[in-house]
């Protein structure tokens, strides 16, 4: 089991900008790829962009070129860099990690919120 704690959401003006952290303890060896969704009031949660532990991302049309996300292996932490914030980024963040192999298990955090809006 992986315990996942974010910590950087919040509110900034439109074209600013915020980072989220995301701490992982717990079976960290067995995580295979990290990442950040969203999800709006009445919506499914969506993916806004994930890292391997080798390093290869996958982002949301929405947020290429504007979010960056990254890891730090040795300190068991991800990052999402948010450049260029407009008001529609609005909403509930999640960090995810995925177990498994053969069956895949998905470990969330408790959410962060980041309000664009000036």
């Known amino acids: 089991q992986v315990q996942l704690v974010e910590s950087g959401g919040g509110l900034v003006q439109p074209g600013g900008s915020l980072t989220l952290s995301c701490a992982a303890s717990?079976?960290?060896?067995?995580?295979?790829?990290m990442g950040w969704y969203c999800q709006a009031p009445g919506k499914g949660r969506e993916l806004v962009a994930t890292?391997?532990?080798?390093?290869?991302?996958n982002y949301a049309d929405s947020v290429k070129g504007r979010f960056t996300i990254s890891r730090d292996n040795a300190k068991n932490t991800w990052y999402l860099q948010m450049n260029s914030l407009k008001p529609e980024d609005t909403t509930v963040y999640y960090c995810?990690?995925?177990?498994?192999?053969?069956?895949?298990?998905?470990?969330w955090g408790q959410g962060t919120q980041v309000t664009v809006s000036s």
């Open positions: 717990g079976s960290i060896d067995r995580v295979n790829l």
């Open positions: 995810y990690a995925r177990t498994g192999s053969v069956t895949y298990f998905a470990n």
């Open positions: 890292i391997t532990r080798t390093g290869t991302t």
